[in-house]
């Protein structure tokens, strides 16, 4: 073992080695035995392609090189494409038309435009085989001065295609689910200044000769938040309600809602994007499901007569994208030490087949740390969590009595959390000597409802406060050197980023990743989506309201005395370029250290190779040289 200063290491695990052969796996179809699922892939400039695997182990690329399959419905998309009976449904996102593909034709690769107009976009794709239509989330920009509609509408798969509103006249529409005889439809929807876990109602209407009638709600409302609504072949309708302050599965069947199993525990997820599912049915009486308990997902199986629950031993720690037919049990499954991956369980047996992983890179195990959940005090006698990360490299031997730099990593949202699943970009970090600390701050979700709601008028002052007593803790237990502790998160986590770097001084340098600088920019300019967020967050009425202001670190750059570095995508429509151009200016006039990086055609979060890793080795770099190391060659 050699000697050498923390952050200083050399390391197997470089920017190269992540964006190489990384791809992002998610989206997962089942139609028959074949299993699809989506793949952005870096090194295709983000490119969406739907990959198929079929019965005899064939993997194969189905969408054709001119194509990328995503939708920006709500800007952050989900649930695209749709594959029933080997036909493929999906959103190409250069134009947000439809298309089909025809997986049994004499020419499996060619695709026929199933919508034409541009300004409409479309998710959630359901087909409804009684009647020869696809259901889905239409969203129409008919302008730049329009704010977007949202609607269930129908459209034909019979030319030329007509298309129908079923369902108008609330802000928000999610999850249009038909049940298995098409007499019935239930959906999701929600109306400003509510986010979908906030407040959704479940609604149900009867379907006749194509039309909707007699809506009805029922589960839902402006404090409960309704999850994945799904039909079983008996015709009960299954879904995750948080009315008990956790979300838990409820069932509706002859007229009534009742519990189907009751934990202290999260079966669900904030729906950032469409499509996202815990649970899914295994035969009539069986639920196969996935839950979160301290930030760790567990899986498990509820029989729905007797109400027993048995727990499946499995290796993973995060699971996502639950589906199945018959006894196979397919999803996105990862652990502290397994990348992501897509995996085929078999209930029967247990026993399980990896269909593709998200980077084959091969790190030895002396370059991984293992993360340690904490739980550690903060403001008001309140108690947050995260996972800490010892710096770990095999190789490598710190100097006598020298802390190790500590980066605190805030998560965007802020109404999400903190993954422990093993992240080569964290072990970037942590096998070159640095620790890290990722901050389930209040406001993150899988705590409860009680703990989401922390964060309830308070965002800028509790996320804050927990990210540095984070940071605090650790130094305190002598895990950190107290003069070297950076921030760094992206979106919501850039502005928590800038918020602690502006009005407090534990942290000595920072990273924005296409941060909020201006609350009050950001109430007027966001999308539709979060247009009302702040709402919540912050305070009703951003005009009026000082609050704004005051949490704003635009207007406070007289407080600022660290270098930061900023991220930023030029096409962002979620947070605009302006929100790190006016900082950026601010700290230049003040002749504080700053850099600015940008990439002109990426959006919300970074997908080309080029990009992230320039992104990760510029802030590296950037700490290097405030605090002092060498990097190594």
Known sequence: MQLA????????????????DSIGLSSIVLDGTDVYWLESRPQEAGRSVIVRRNANGQIEDITPPDYNVRNRVHEYGGAAYTVVDGRVY??????????IQDLRSADPKQVSQLTHDRTKRYADLTIDPHLNRLICVQQEHDSADFDPLNTIVSISLTPP??????????DFYAAPRLSPDGTKLAWLSWNHPNLPWDGTNLQMATVSNGYISAPNSIAGGANETIFQPQWSSDDTLYFVSDRTGWGNLYAWRDGKVTPVYELAAEFSLP????????????????????????????????NTLS????????PYTDIASVRTVGNLLVCCAASTTQINEIIAIDLLTESREVLQRSNRVKIAPGYLSIPQSIEFPTTDGQTAYAFYYPPTNQDYQPLLGEKPPLLVKSHGGPTAAASNQLNLKTQYWTSRGFAVVDVNYGGSTGYGKAYQHRLDGQWGIVDVDDCTNAALYLVKQGWADGDRLAISGGSAGGYTTLAALTFGDTFK?????????????????????????????????PDTSPIYRDRSPLYF??????????FQGLEDKVVPPNQAEMMVDALKAKGITVEYVTFADEQHGFRQAANIKRALTDEFAFYARIFGFQPAA
């Not at 999906?90 to 038309?97: E, L, T, Y």
């Not at 990743?513 to 539709?528: N, Q």
């Open 557 to 566: 750059t007289q407080q600022l005395s660290c270098p930061i570095i900023f």
């Open 509 to 541: 340098a920072g990273a924005s990743y296409y941060g909020v600088s201006d609350l009050i920019a950001l109430a007027k300019d966001t999308h539709k989506f979060e247009s009302r967020y702040l709402d919540r967050l912050v305070a009703p009425d």
């Open 90 to 99: 999906f959103s190409n996102n250069s134009d947000n038309c439809l298309y």
């Open 307 to 314: 109400g027993h629950f048995t727990p499946l031993s499995v």
């Open 161 to 170: 295609h007509s298309v129908s509103t079923l369902v108008c006249g609330c």
């Open 271 to 302: 729906q950032w994007v469409f499509g996202m599912s815990t649970y899914a049915l295994v035969g009539k009486h069986r639920i196969v499901c996935t839950y979160s308990q301290n930030g760790v997902w567990h899986l498990g199986i509820i």
């Open 5 to 20: 200063p923390f952050g200083s290491w050399k390391s197997p695990i470089t920017a190269d080695s992540i964006v190489a």
